[in-house]
């Protein structure tokens, strides 16, 4: 059974960091909704009508892309008016301080990037890239121009659309098999922010945990994985980080 956060086990956690050659974390919508960022699910005004499955999906861009650029359009906007939380620099922080230290995250904000985390893997896509929905190129969202309201199209001819994972595609294989590989060799792993509910992220702590790795669970409310972390902190992570990274900065 996990057991809850105190000075003490924020202490040994810290020397278990410190002695730890491969740490890994998993971060989810939690983190990111503490800079603003409301979760995938959470909608206002117009698009409160709407269902994500709606639109996240390429059906519904092949028969109404207007409609799914404009939301995505509109979710970039709130990603650009936000900024990293304590969290994400603590975790940057973290990195400086171990020898192999690798983000895993089904955040597609960048913020891990803006925060100055070096190694990111967007197991979900980025919301700030777009690529051709039939050859594939990558287009970087500067380079995306809306010519007298007609939507943009790809050198090719293709459609442009957002470099995000929607229902019913597969996740990026070259990203979700690395993931499995660093959850497998970490020393140490955090589930942070993440309801474990979404797969197959929502596996990479179990198969941690199943490889030997200590498995700390960052996340205000209890999960599915809570009872099988080795320590569940039910703190926001951008409360928790710090003070593990303070923890830590007391042991060196």
């Not at 199943?210 to 080795?230: C, D, K, M, Q, W």
Request: aromatic share 8%.
């Amino acid at each position: 059974m996990a057991k809850q956060q105190s000075i003490s086990n924020l202490d040994a956690l810290a020397e278990r960091l410190l002695s730890a050659q491969r740490v890994a974390v998993l971060t989810g919508a939690g983190v990111s909704k503490e800079s603003g960022i409301k979760t995938f699910r959470e909608a206002d005004g117009l698009w409160a009508k709407f269902r994500p499955e709606e639109l996240a999906n390429v059906n519904a861009f092949l028969s109404n892309p207007k409609l799914v650029w404009d939301w995505y359009n509109m979710r970039r906007n709130i990603v650009n008016e936000s900024s990293p939380n304590p969290g994400h620099y603590a975790l940057v922080e973290m990195e400086k301080m171990l020898p192999h230290f690798v983000v895993i995250t089904q955040n597609v904000d960048s913020l891990h990037f803006t925060a100055g985390s070096t190694d990111v893997i967007e197991l979900h896509g980025n919301i700030q890239r777009n690529k051709c929905h039939s050859c594939g190129r990558y287009v970087e969202q500067s380079d995306v121009v809306f010519d007298e309201g007609e939507l943009p199209h790809c050198e090719c001819g293709g459609m442009i659309r957002p470099d995000v994972v929607w229902f019913g595609e597969q996740l990026p294989q070259d990203a979700i098999q690395r993931a499995w590989n660093e959850a497998q060799a970490s020393d140490v792993f955090f589930s942070i922010g993440t309801s474990t509910v979404v797969f197959p992220a929502a596996q990479l702590p179990y198969e941690a945990k199943r490889s030997g790795a200590y498995v700390v669970e960052i996340n205000p409310n209890p999960t599915g994985f809570t009872l099988e972390a080795n320590l569940a902190i039910q703190e926001p992570s951008g409360e928790a980080l710090p003070k593990i990274v303070e923890a830590m900065k007391r042991k060196m």
